[in-house]
């Protein structure tokens, strides 16, 4: 079994809300989950994004591949962390 972080699809139609899976590869893009770790909304200027970035963590140190997306969103979050608050 390798596990994926990736995104879920819900909203409406054409008003897309992600949240953000950790899953089976196997599993269908909508369907059932292992567990949820975040969420991404790119309705909003700029794209609202909530990580559990513990969780997401222990996923990645057992061995879950991230998607593209995943990966952009993890990175954004990271470098935002850094960011010395004003």
Known sequence: MSVK???ARRGAKKAPFYHVVATDSRNPRD???TEEVGTYDPNT???RVNLKTDRIEHW???GAQPS???AQ????ARKSAEQPKR
């Open 5 to 7: 972080l990736r995104l």
């Open 31 to 33: 369907g059932k989950f």
């Open 45 to 47: 200027k700029p794209a």
């Open 60 to 62: 990645l140190k057992l």
């Open 68 to 70: 593209s997306t995943v």
């Open 73 to 76: 969103l993890i990175k954004r």
